[in-house]
């Protein structure tokens, strides 16, 4: 059964870091990109994050760069999600998304609740 399941959300101060995680179940993970996009009210959801099927070439939303760093761990079947100097316009909800390297496949996690406020 294919599943992404992330942790690591809650509240935070600005300025404060968290670090989000998402474990992969089910399907060939080193055969996927892997994904971090994020969703705040009222917005539409937009790609935060994206990690290369090795994790050797990454990019970023232009909001986000040089304080949010993607990472994977292809033995482990997981990925991260770093986050430094955290501001309020990154409060949102952050999905954990795999996309197979040839697009076969797109799947989903539930999401985990980012807060940042003082």
């Not at 179940?25 to 959801?45: C, D, H, I, V």
């Not at 316009?89 to 998304?97: L, R, S």
Request: net charge positive.
């Amino acid at each position: 059964q294919v599943q992404l399941v992330e942790s690591g959300g809650g509240l935070v101060q600005p300025g404060g870091s968290l670090r989000l995680s998402c474990a992969a179940f089910g399907f060939t993970f080193s055969s996927y990109l892997m994904n971090w996009y994020r969703q705040a009210p009222g917005k539409e959801r937009e790609l935060v994050a994206v990690a290369s099927s090795s994790g050797s070439s990454t990019n970023y939303a232009d909001s986000v760069k040089g304080r949010f760093t993607i990472s994977r761990d292809n033995v482990k079947n997981m990925v991260y999600l770093q986050m430094n100097t955290l501001k309020p316009e990154d409060t949102a909800v952050y999905y954990c998304n795999a996309r197979h390297i040839y697009g076969y496949n797109n799947y989903w996690g539930q999401g985990t609740q980012v807060t940042v406020s003082s």
